[in-house]
């Protein structure tokens, strides 16, 4: 079992940064890859950005390429994702994930193993 605990969301004007966190928790967290995926109003979850655990290579939506980046620090069990020039687009719900990094990859949010609470992140005009 592993529990993740999502932090840092918030209320921003478009062009601001924000940087979420997620810890891990459990005795296998080092057996899944780390993720972000996203819910806006009305739309279906979308991945974000994931990092393989291991070997840290990192993929992203192209949406926020060039502008969110993620990373992790292992011996805190944390990864995170900081986003700079945050646009109104980028509004929605934010959500830590486990898994494979094909899976979210592939955006099989329905495979997904373990999610967390979620954080809103609401970016104004």
């Known amino acids: 079992q592993v529990q993740l605990v999502e932090s840092g969301g918030g209320s921003v004007q478009a062009g601001d940064s924000l940087r979420l966190s997620c810890a891990a928790s459990g005795r296998t967290v080092s057996n899944y890859d780390m993720g972000w995926f996203r819910q806006a109003p009305g739309k279906e979850r979308e991945f974000v950005a994931g990092i393989s655990w291991i070997v840290g290579n990192s993929y992203y939506v192209d949406s926020v390429k060039g502008r969110f980046t993620i990373s992790r620090d292992r011996t805190k069990n944390t990864v995170y994702l900081q986003m700079n020039s945050l646009k109104p687009e980028d509004t929605a719900v934010y959500y830590c994930?486990?898994?494979?990094?094909?899976?979210?990859?592939?955006?099989?949010?329905?495979?997904?193993?373990?999610w967390g609470q979620g954080t809103h992140v609401t970016v104004s005009s």
């Open positions: 994930a486990a898994s494979s990094i094909l899976t979210m990859r592939q955006n099989r949010w329905s495979g997904i193993e373990y």
